[in-house]
C-alpha cells in the first residue's frame, strides 16, 4: 500500500500517462557510455547486504532492473544523466513498489515535482542551498555544536550532506527511512531539513565529545 500512496502522491501516475515515450522505449535507446561506467561502479554496493540485490554468479533480478531504471532516468533527465545517490533512492523505491516500471516514474516525479530541478545535478547544487539553510539554522539553535566543529576544522556539510543526496538511506533504520519518506512524499525537500536539524538536536550531547574526524563521521552516521 505504501508504494502505491508514493506512487500517487508523487505525481508519478500522472507523469506516466502523460508522458509521450514509454519506459519500455526509453530503455531500448542507448546510453551514454559515462553513465553505463557510473551506473555499474554503483549497483555492486547498492544494498549490497540485501539478499535480493546480491549478486553471484548470475545477477541478482533487482540489480537487473536497477540498473535498467538508472539507464532509462539518464534518458529523461539529459541534464543529470546519473547523479551518487539516485542508487539508493531507486533500489528502496523497487524495494517498497516491487515493481520496476512504477520505481522508474516514481523516481522521476521525485526529480522533477518534489525537489528543484538542479537538487541531483553534477554539482549538486539544490542539495548545496540546503545545505547552507541548515548550517544557518544549526548556527542559531545549536550554536555550541557548531563553534565545537569550527574549532575542529570541520564543516557540517561534509557529514550532512550524505543524508540529502541519498534521502537519509544508510543514515536511519529502514522503518525510520520509510516514515520520513511518508513526509517527503508530502513536502518534498522542505522535509529534509526538518529531519536533518531533529538529528542533530538528538545528537548534540554525543557530537559535542567528539574530538576528530573519525569521531565526528561515525557519530553523524549513527546519530
Not at 38 to 63: C, G, H, I, S
Not at 186 to 203: H, N, P, Q, Y
Not at 211 to 220: A, G, L, Y
Request: net charge negative; with cysteine; proline share 3%.
Amino acid at each position: 500500500m505504501r508504494g502505491d500512496v508514493w506512487y500517487y502522491l508523487s505525481g508519478a501516475a500522472e507523469m506516466r500517462a502523460e508522458s509521450a515515450t514509454t519506459y519500455a522505449e526509453l530503455c531500448a535507446l542507448e546510453v551514454d557510455s559515462d553513465v553505463k561506467r557510473m551506473v555499474d561502479l554503483d549497483l555492486p554496493r547498492t544494498f549490497a547486504n540485501n539478499p535480493l540485490f546480491t549478486q553471484t554468479d548470475k545477477e541478482a533480478p533487482y540489480v537487473t532492473m536497477l540498473r535498467s531504471i538508472l539507464y532509462a532516468t539518464s534518458q529523461t533527465r539529459r541534464d543529470i544523466k546519473y547523479c551518487q545517490g539516485l542508487n539508493y533512492i531507486a533500489a528502496l523505491l523497487l524495494l517498497v513498489q516491487n515493481d520496476e516500471e512504477r520505481a522508474f516514474w516514481t523516481l522521476n516525479a521525485i526529480m522533477d515535482h518534489l525537489f528543484p530541478k538542479d537538487y541531483f545535478n553534477e554539482q549538486l547544487t539544490g542539495a548545496r542551498v540546503d545545505q547552507m539553510v541548515l548550517e544557518m539554522l544549526v548556527t542559531k539553535q545549536n550554536p555550541e555544536l557548531k563553534e565545537k566543529l569550527q574549532s575542529a576544522g570541520f564543516q557540517l556539510v561534509v557529514f550532512t550532506l550524505p543524508w540529502f543526496i541519498c534521502l537519509f538511506i544508510n543514515t536511519l533504520p529502514f522503518i525510520s527511512v520509510m516514515r520520513v519518506w511518508d513526509v517527503i512524499m508530502f513536502e518534498g525537500d522542505k522535509a529534509l531539513i526538518r529531519i536533518a536539524l531533529a538529528l542533530i538536536s538528538i545528537g548534540e550531547k554525543d557530537l559535542m565529545i567528539c574530538s576528530d574526524f573519525s569521531e565526528f563521521s561515525n557519530t553523524f552516521k549513527y546519530i
